[in-house]
């Protein structure tokens, strides 16, 4: 009886190239699937040593091997397919939300033709004072509005797009920070929202999509109302 090595079994196994070298591609995908995993145990079984047989604990050890390879197998085509479904599902539904005036958690503004998107905060409770910085994209201050003392609840950021010498800003990304304190000198709690049309959908490099509102990209999640336009005129 012949016998082989494991080093022999796996280059018999493994894929040859017809030409005179292994390709790159090859090379980088030489390497053993559950098929070819089960194929060199059980080659090996038939050439082993009846002189020195495998020993059990061996070969269970190797039994081992193929039942977690062939699990991790499973549990990625798993994944994949629900991975992809999910993605299906988003888009889906984030086809279903255009036209559909949304608020989104962000505390992004963006302004498109001149026009910003519009911006919304929440107040915990009543404040003494208030102030909403808007930043460029470089996060300098542009401007600075006085908002004065406002009662708990939302309240729009009622900027018009120009900066602090009156000129009209760029199009682009902008970002504000409410500064709310209360009559006893302390920083309040805020919640920034941004509200719009939302008029397309694009998708990040994972393949989720993201819904666009005035320039801006808006994540799904964020969403924390929808209006239809339509529904709204018929009611009225």
């Known amino acids: 009886m012949t016998v082989i090595s494991q080093n022999q079994i796996i280059q018999n196994l493994l894929p040859q190239s017809n030409a005179a070298g292994l390709t790159s591609q090859q090379q980088?995908?030489?390497e053993l699937?559950?098929?070819a995993f089960?194929?060199?145990l059980v080659t090996q079984l038939k050439h082993q040593d009846p002189l020195n047989p495998l020993?059990?604990?061996e070969f269970t050890a190797q039994l081992?091997?193929?039942?977690?390879?062939e699990q991790l197998f499973n549990l990625?085509?798993?994944v994949e397919t629900m991975t992809s479904t999910i993605q299906s599902q988003n888009a889906f539904q984030a086809v279903d939300l255009v036209g559909k005036e949304v608020k989104a958690q962000s505390q992004v503004l963006g302004v498109k033709g001149g026009q910003p998107t519009q911006g919304v905060f929440s107040l915990d409770?009543?404040?003494a004072s208030v102030l909403v910085n808007i930043y460029g994209e470089n996060w300098l201050k542009i401007r600075t509005l006085d908002l004065g003392p406002l009662s708990s609840g939302p309240h729009n950021i009622d900027w018009d797009g120009r900066d602090a010498a009156g000129s009209t800003?760029?199009?682009g990304k902008y970002y504000f920070q409410v500064l709310a304190v209360s009559a006893y000198d302390e920083f309040l709690k805020t919640t920034g929202l941004v509200e719009g049309k939302i008029t397309g959908i694009t998708f990040d490099r994972s393949g989720q999509p993201l819904l666009v509102m005035n320039g801006l990209e808006i994540n799904i999640a964020d969403i924390v109302e929808i209006n239809d336009p339509q529904v709204e005129d018929q009611d009225n």
């Open 28 to 30: 980088e995908t030489k």
């Open 33 to 35: 699937d559950k098929e």
């Open 38 to 40: 089960l194929k060199l």
């Open 55 to 57: 020993e059990s604990i």
């Open 64 to 69: 081992a091997q193929f039942t977690s390879l």
């Open 76 to 78: 990625n085509e798993g």
């Open 125 to 127: 409770e009543s404040a």
């Open 169 to 171: 800003v760029s199009d």
